[in-house]
């Protein structure tokens, strides 16, 4: 299974602290409705690495459930312990999800050959497709375009989640990668250019509020149409820059607050968002006719 379009990294609802399993409910048949072509659950914007094994079981199965079919899930399983990954990717089989995305490790400071043989623990047990998520901003390292190929060798990984900002790697990547792969934007602001070195979509944060703007910018690229996609790209991009202003999902919690959608709630150590960027946040999404 390849993955291509535009994928929200759905965020986790809570009320008073605890998962809300409605409003996961009504999120998954929105971004049915929206043009959505999947989505991410339980991954950075979904405050993964702050839930439990247990209530990330039961959040991925209601959203398997929710999407009956109609939506790829695909689950946040990465964690910087291997062992804490291969227990998440088994949930993630168990629970029905479509594929799993998988960070790599953060804090322990692997090489990349350390990251290599991660993953291949990980490939070789589970039947599920892998995403490789890229995002030295978190992890504090990059992975080299040499490592993504030969990860890309793997029986089960099937694509790459760049979260760098660098759209060149995109084409260095497809030049040393031959068998199909799901190259992935994981950055909003860059996603355009991502796209137009060869990508084929993003795992956006910015769906989260505007799925339909997303998926018809990302489409228009697809279809070469880059006149169109810019036009777009113009009208998200002063909320690509206002929702990470402060650390994700502080910025989208907010936003989707505003539009009814959730409650402006996280899990500390990250808190709601200062009024100073509230401000810059309902100004971008007046100016993207969110409201």
Not at 69 to 97: D, F, K, V, Y
Not at 177 to 200: E, Q, V
Not at 211 to 228: T, V, W, Y
């Amino acid at each position: 299974m390849l993955f291509s379009g535009s994928i929200p990294a759905l965020i986790t609802p809570f009320v008073h602290g605890a998962y809300h399993r409605a409003t996961l409910k009504s999120l998954v048949q929105w971004h049915i409705s929206e043009g959505s072509s999947a989505l991410v659950i339980c991954g950075t914007t979904g405050e993964g690495p702050t839930l439990g094994c247990q209530e990330f079981s039961k959040v991925l199965a209601d959203a398997v459930r929710f999407s009956k079919g109609r939506l790829p899930i695909i689950a946040g399983t990465g964690s910087n312990s291997t062992n804490a990954a291969l227990t998440l990717q088994r949930i993630a089989e168990t629970t029905g999800a479509e594929a799993t995305l998988h960070v790599t490790g953060y804090f322990n400071k692997p090489t990349q050959l350390q990251v290599i043989e991660h993953f291949r623990i990980l490939d070789r047990s589970t039947r599920l497709p892998i995403i490789v998520y890229n995002v030295p901003g978190r992890t504090g390292q990059e992975l080299s375009i040499e490592t993504i190929a030969e990860l890309a060798n793997l029986e089960n990984v099937i694509g790459i989640k760049d979260s760098t900002g660098n759209v060149a790697r995109v084409s260095l990547e497809r030049l040393m990668i031959t068998r199909p792969f799901s190259f992935l934007s994981g950055d909003d602001a860059t996603c355009l250019g991502y796209m137009a070195h060869g990508g084929n979509g993003c795992i956006s944060v910015t769906a989260n509020i505007a799925p339909a703007l997303c998926s018809r910018m990302i489409n228009a690229a697809e279809q070469g149409d880059f006149k169109e996609a810019r036009s777009l790209q113009d009208l998200l991009m002063p909320l690509h820059s206002a929702l990470f202003l402060e650390p994700n999902p502080a910025g989208i919690k907010y936003a989707m607050s505003k539009l009814g959608l959730c409650a402006n709630e996280l899990r500390t150590p990250l808190t709601c968002v200062t009024e100073k960027v509230r401000l810059r946040i309902d100004l971008a999404m007046k100016n993207a006719g969110l409201y």
